[in-house]
């Protein structure tokens, strides 16, 4: 007779395998953040041009 056991995740198993889909994610959002200007240079969106600040102009007058 052959015997197979069932599958089993202890508790610290479970709350490894959480543990590591949280950081994979934070490290994915990291990631995406970092690299974002990247991102839609390549899908082409342009950023906005910055305006100079209008008190800056009124003070060298």
């Known amino acids: 007779m ?9 508790p610290g198993s ?4 959480i543990q590591i889909a949280i950081a994979a994610l934070l ?7 970092v690299s974002w200007s990247k991102i839609k240079k390549f899908f082409g969106m342009k950023s ?3 305006d100079e600040d209008v008190d ?5 007058s």
């Not at 479970?14 to 395998?17: E, Q, R, V």
Request: hydrophobic share 35%.
């Open 14 to 17: 479970g709350s490894f395998i």
């Open 27 to 33: 490290g994915l959002g990291v990631a995406i953040r």
């Open 56 to 60: 800056s102009d009124d003070a060298q």
């Open 48 to 50: 906005k041009p910055v």
């Open 2 to 10: 052959h015997f197979t056991p069932q599958p089993y995740l202890d």
